[in-house]
């Protein structure tokens, strides 16, 4: 297809997504402005079909190209200008595509795509030339072997590599492994004592003090490490300045979710960025699976991933 790089490369990539999509893993395509390669076990009449039938390739390509590695590239430098990541940062000790799936949706994010969009393709000029191919002014032609210029597109180039996205369930099943086994403080009301720091999949359905005998157990984050005797002042009548009102009130609220919701409060309080006031949001819903009740906490997740850059 002498149709230009732009233009190529947009159809290109957009053939390897649905390609990705349909057979479920990763689709090698090079491009350059007089062809398109695809390494894919797809015959090629249902590569002419999909070209044939091309539609919404802007949609099909804001989804697919946050898994390569152009999206990456570009998503670094962004990154940079928005002062999300350092320009001194070691990037062997960056997981990128960890740091694009906490900021999806961002004005980062958002920049990157448009960038993409804007330089690397053309997606005018591209569905015009699938409005050719449908009303064959451009044909496409099936034949074996290379032709001379075929044979020249395989010299080495650069590969880039569209992938599936991660299958649903194993998406949640390893969110759920990793909040199972999220470590949370638990702390008695009644008395004051710290009963231990615990994996979320170790605390019983309904939690007690193995000193007074205490139902009103508090959850909070492993790392605060004062709780006890922020409770033990209270208790005594002490004044408590700003801060530890703040933290028993936190302890507080928590222990009154156990209280209703038992283990599941502490399951809800083990998710990043989730605290008492999200997580009895989200144990007001009903949910008869547990899976239901992860995929609400992987939500929230989500959203807290997506708004914190913007909290004060």
Same mark, same amino acid.
């Given at each position: 297809?002498?149709?230009?790089?732009?233009?190529?490369?947009?159809?290109?990539?957009? +053939? $390897?997504?649905? !390609?990705?999509?349909?057979?479920?893993?990763?689709?090698?395509?090079?491009?350059? =402005?007089?062809?398109? !390669? +695809?390494?894919?076990?797809?015959? =090629?009449?249902?590569?002419?079909?999909?070209?044939?039938?091309?539609?919404?390739?802007?949609?099909?390509?804001?989804?697919?190209?946050?898994?390569?590695?152009?999206?990456?590239?570009?998503?670094?430098?962004?990154?940079?200008?928005?002062?999300?990541?350092?320009?001194?940062?070691?990037?062997?000790?960056?997981?990128?595509?960890?740091?694009?799936?906490?900021?999806?949706?961002?004005?980062?994010?958002?920049?990157?795509?448009?960038?993409? +969009?804007?330089?690397?393709?053309?997606?005018?000029?591209?569905?015009?030339?699938?409005?050719?191919? #449908?009303?064959?002014?451009?044909?496409?032609? @099936?034949?074996?072997?290379?032709?001379?210029?075929?044979?020249?597109?395989?010299? =080495?180039?650069?590969?880039?590599?569209?992938?599936?996205?991660?299958?649903?369930?194993? @998406?949640?099943?390893?969110? *759920?492994?990793?909040?199972?086994?999220?470590?949370?403080?638990?702390?008695?009301?009644?008395?004051?004592?710290?009963?231990?720091?615990?994996?979320? *999949?170790? !605390?019983?359905?309904? =939690?007690?003090?193995?000193?007074?005998?205490?139902?009103? !157990?508090?959850?909070?984050? #492993?790392?605060?490490?004062?709780?006890?005797?922020? @409770?033990?002042?209270?208790?005594?009548?002490?004044? +408590?300045?700003?801060?530890?009102?703040?933290?028993?009130?936190? $302890?507080?609220?928590?222990?009154?979710?156990?209280?209703?919701?038992?283990?599941?409060?502490?399951?809800?309080?083990?998710?990043?960025?989730?605290?008492?006031?999200?997580?009895?949001?989200?144990?007001?819903?009903?949910?008869?699976?547990?899976?239901?009740?992860?995929?609400?906490?992987?939500?929230?997740?989500?959203?807290?991933?997506?708004?914190?850059?913007?909290?004060?």
């Amino acid at each position: 297809m002498c149709t230009g790089s732009l233009v190529n490369d947009t159809l290109g990539r957009y +053939l $390897a997504a649905m !390609i990705a999509a349909h057979e479920g893993r990763a689709i090698n395509v090079k491009t350059d =402005p007089y062809r398109i !390669i +695809l390494e894919t076990g797809e015959s =090629p009449e249902h590569v002419k079909k999909l070209l044939e039938s091309a539609d919404r390739i802007e949609d099909v390509l804001r989804l697919a190209l946050e898994n390569s590695q152009l999206f990456k590239n570009r998503f670094l430098h962004v990154a940079r200008r928005f002062g999300i990541i350092s320009k001194t940062a070691e990037m062997d000790r960056i997981n990128l595509g960890k740091i694009i799936s906490h900021y999806h949706g961002s004005p980062a994010y958002n920049e990157t795509m448009r960038e993409i +969009l804007l330089e690397k393709m053309d997606i005018g000029e591209s569905e015009k030339t699938i409005e050719k191919i #449908r009303t064959n002014e451009i044909r496409i032609t @099936i034949q074996p072997g290379l032709s001379y210029l075929g044979e020249l597109g395989l010299t =080495p180039r650069h590969i880039d590599v569209l992938k599936p996205g991660m299958p649903e369930e194993e @998406i949640l099943k390893a969110f *759920k492994n990793r909040i199972l086994n999220t470590y949370v403080r638990l702390a008695c009301l009644n008395c004051g004592a710290h009963l231990e720091i615990k994996q979320a *999949k170790d !605390i019983d359905d309904q =939690p007690e003090c193995s000193s007074c005998g205490s139902i009103l !157990i508090s959850c909070l984050h #492993r790392n605060q490490r004062d709780i006890s005797r922020i @409770i033990k002042k209270k208790i005594s009548k002490k004044p +408590l300045n700003e801060e530890e009102k703040h933290i028993y009130k936190e $302890a507080q609220r928590s222990a009154d979710m156990i209280i209703a919701y038992g283990k599941r409060t502490c399951i809800c309080l083990a998710g990043r960025g989730i605290g008492p006031e999200t997580a009895s949001r989200i144990l007001s819903m009903l949910y008869d699976t547990d899976d239901k009740l992860f995929r609400a906490i992987l939500e929230a997740e989500k959203t807290f991933a997506r708004t914190k850059i913007y909290w004060k």
